[in-house]
């Protein structure tokens, strides 16, 4: 099963950045502002600081790598989560990336526990594939 899989080979690194996307989904599930101008502001500014991610990335030499098509979307993706996680929460009363809520904080690290006691359990408790 390509999801079993996925979670087996899922890096610490990547399973950071899946935390991070359930707490970005949480608060902007929570402060949802329909207004365009928020939205576009946000791609436009993931648009230029993900071009300026790929040039800070790509070596200086005359021969340039591939970069993997997932890189390269995560590259546009963080600049686009930050700048909405920022203009939605402005005076919300967040502390750093806390919301004032305990209601808020609780679910989200509720959402956050069951992510990783699942990917815990994959890796555990599933034969790695090619075993016998």
């Given at each position: 099963m390509p999801l079993i899989r996925y979670l087996?080979?899922?890096?610490?690194?990547?399973?950071?950045?899946?935390?991070?996307?359930?707490?970005?989904?949480?608060?902007?599930?929570?402060?949802?502002?329909?207004?365009?101008?928020?939205?576009?502001?946000?791609?436009?500014?993931?648009?230029?600081?993900?071009?300026?991610?790929?040039?800070?990335?790509?070596?200086?030499?005359?021969?340039?790598?591939?970069?993997?098509?997932?890189?390269?979307?995560?590259?546009?993706?963080?600049?686009?989560?930050?700048?909405?996680?920022?203009?939605?929460?402005?005076?919300?009363?967040?502390?750093?990336?806390?919301?004032?809520?305990?209601?808020?904080?609780?679910?989200?690290?509720?959402?956050?526990?069951?992510?990783?006691?699942?990917?815990?359990?994959?890796?555990?408790?599933?034969?790695?594939?090619?075993?016998?």
């Open positions: 087996q080979n899922l890096s610490t690194g990547r399973i950071i950045l899946w935390c991070y996307l359930i707490w970005w989904t949480l608060s902007i599930i929570n402060h949802f502002d329909p207004k365009p101008r928020i939205w576009l502001t946000s791609l436009g500014l993931s648009g230029i600081i993900g071009v300026a991610l790929i040039i800070s990335t790509q070596s200086s030499s005359a021969t340039r790598a591939r970069m993997d098509p997932w890189v390269v979307f995560r590259l546009f993706l963080m600049p686009f989560c930050v700048s909405s996680f920022a203009a939605l929460v402005k005076d919300a009363g967040y502390m750093l990336v806390f919301p004032p809520s305990y209601r808020e904080n609780a679910i989200g690290a509720s959402l956050i526990a069951i992510f990783l006691i699942l990917v815990w359990s994959v890796k555990k408790l599933t034969p790695p594939a090619g075993a016998p």
